[in-house]
């Protein structure tokens, strides 16, 4: 059983369009990191949410950590060919904050 | 400043042979942790080293072994290679001292090894 359940798997939009990606787990966690991977490079931290209910956002991308700190929402507004990527959720596991386990990602790709 | 770097980027091994991978973190990180990604299982901990020491472990064979340097630099060895080791293998690094989920880890972009 997969610890962090993304969907959707895959997304293919146009650009302008504004979309949703999830990250759900049965379990409570005391934070969730999102990371953007671009092919060719390793995962980029975007942000990491820590209390319940937590909303951030970093330009037109806006995360948001559920109330009860099991799931998660990434919402892209305005979507560019930019965003193009593997979004991945991450949480720290085995008590350690270097011991990451990781969804299985969304690939999003924006089409212009 | 110079991110993590990771050598070679590409390489192709036949089954049975063993390899070595090289990270060089950021200079004044002493943590350096290295996740396996295919297609198949995404992104998967292997192991995390501070101050030469391994300090995490995730669940894959003792094929898979590591080693850290005083220099920070870290290197894994993947003995008797199997076809289900075609992965792509990454490093990040971090400073380490474990007392805040603000220290982030800054990811390479990995070594894609194929066996054949």
């Given at each position: 059983t997969q610890l962090l359940e993304q969907s959707p798997q895959f997304l293919s939009i146009q650009e302008g369009e504004n979309l949703t990606v999830y990250c759900n787990s049965s379990s409570v966690f005391s934070s969730l990191q999102w990371y953007r991977q671009e092919p060719g490079e390793g995962p980029v931290l975007l942000v990491t949410v820590v209390t319940g209910g937590e909303v951030k956002k970093l330009k037109r991308l806006t995360f948001q950590f559920g109330d009860a700190r099991k799931d998660s929402s990434l919402h892209i507004t305005a979507?560019?060919?930019?965003?193009t990527g593997l979004y991945l959720c991450a949480v720290n596991s085995g008590g350690s904050n270097y011991k990451l386990t990781f969804g299985k990602g969304t690939l999003l790709t924006v089409n212009p | 400043k110079a991110g993590v770097t990771q050598t070679p980027r590409y390489l192709i091994k036949t089954r049975g042979q063993q390899v070595t991978l090289s990270c060089s973190p950021i200079s004044g990180h002493r943590s350096v942790s290295w996740y396996q990604q295919t297609p198949g299982q995404g992104l998967q901990f292997l192991f995390e080293y501070f101050s030469e020491t391994q300090r995490n472990k995730g669940n894959f064979p003792g094929r898979f072994s590591g080693r850290q340097f005083s220099n920070s630099r870290s290197e894994m060895n993947v003995s008797t290679?199997?076809?289900?080791?075609?992965a792509l293998y990454l490093c990040a690094s971090s400073f380490g001292s474990g007392r805040s989920t603000s220290d982030t880890q800054y990811f390479g972009p990995g070594t894609r090894l194929t066996v054949l």
């Open positions: 979507a560019q060919p930019g965003d | 290679l199997e076809l289900g080791d075609s």
